[in-house]
């Protein structure tokens, strides 16, 4: 599935492919895709004319914005989007073609037929499912620590549940969840409001920096991307922690062990990331006393 940078470089690269371009027709094939409005014909007829202006992205959405109207777009497992000539073949599984009044055409392929197309009247998609209720959006200016740590500190769950909460944050996903708490030194079964404003600090940084990152190695691969195929896995390579289960930790040799936490496979190393430590250096920590940790908790359960 792609996560959060994958769907990020898929943005840039439709914003190389696509924007200026003017739909002339579309074509649905499997109706499926189309979740609102539930004619196809209607969302046919809704598009045409549209002239694409800007690639936006909220969470794991890719926004496509015209003139008028925004269509809102989830590749879930498989979903591809390429440019095409609208001479070429038209592959199989093909699910939905934007012609453009330039010859060329977007394609949607999708072999797993999971993804989703939602059409609203331009700014009114944040009003409505599925974007009313997504988290903070941790690659935009508005990911302060601040905000990060008000939506967190409050959370009883175990901080990976908490991370993967898509009204919290959106789009972090398993692996990169994994890879922001072993580089911030967290056991992934903390539970959130038991970190100190310190890791909470680094947890953010690295949150960031895992992010960019991928972000960065996936703009690498755009070429792929535009050949319909290959596009996601650039980051693999420089994965420290996820996918080593047994390997030995990159930063102290320990082997590294797997585990499940709120039903997701969870890689770490127990000793770069002791359930204690957090602990310990909650008590330490001058804003944390017993206190307060009993005030939130009873705040977030009533
Ligand atoms: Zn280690």
Avoid: W
Avoid at 180 to 206: N, V, W
Wanted: hydrophobic share 35%; aromatic share 6%.
């Amino acid at each position: 599935m792609p996560e959060l940078p994958e769907v990020e470089t898929v943005r840039r690269t439709l914003s190389e492919l696509v924007v200026g371009k003017t739909i002339q027709s579309v074509t649905v094939s499997l109706p499926r895709i189309i979740q609102k409005p539930d004619d196809i014909r209607q969302f046919e007829m809704d598009l045409a004319g549209h002239r694409i202006l800007e690639m936006g992205r909220r969470g794991k959405f890719l926004r496509f914005i015209m003139d008028g109207v925004v269509l809102v777009s989830h590749l879930r497992m498989e979903g591809r989007y390429g440019l095409y000539h609208s001479s070429d073949p038209v592959e199989k599984h093909t699910h939905v073609i934007f012609h453009f009044t330039d010859g060329t055409e977007l394609r949607y392929k999708d072999v797993r037929q999971f993804g989703t197309m939602h059409l609203f009247a331009a700014g009114d998609e944040f009003n409505h499912k599925p974007l009313s209720k997504l988290g903070l959006e941790p690659l935009d200016d508005s990911f302060t620590y601040e905000a990060f740590r008000d939506v967190m500190a409050k959370r009883t769950t175990k901080i990976k549940v908490a991370l993967l909460n898509q009204e919290y944050v959106v789009g972090l996903g398993n692996i990169y969840v994994d890879e922001a708490l072993f580089r911030a030194g967290i056991h992934p079964e903390t539970p959130a409001c038991e970190l100190s404003d310190d890791l909470l600090r680094k947890l953010h940084t690295m949150i960031l920096e895992t992010l960019n990152e991928a972000v960065e190695a996936g703009g690498s691969s755009i070429k792929s991307y535009v050949n319909g195929q290959g596009e996601m896995g650039m980051f693999q390579q420089s994965l420290r922690i996820y996918g080593r289960k047994d390997e030995s930790c990159v930063v102290c040799g320990h082997p590294v062990e797997k585990t499940v936490v709120g039903g997701r496979g969870t890689h770490y190393c127990p000793s770069c990331q002791p359930l204690k430590r957090t602990s310990i250096k909650r008590t330490k920590s001058k804003h944390s006393t017993a206190s307060s940790n009993s005030k939130v908790d009873g705040e977030v359960r009533g």
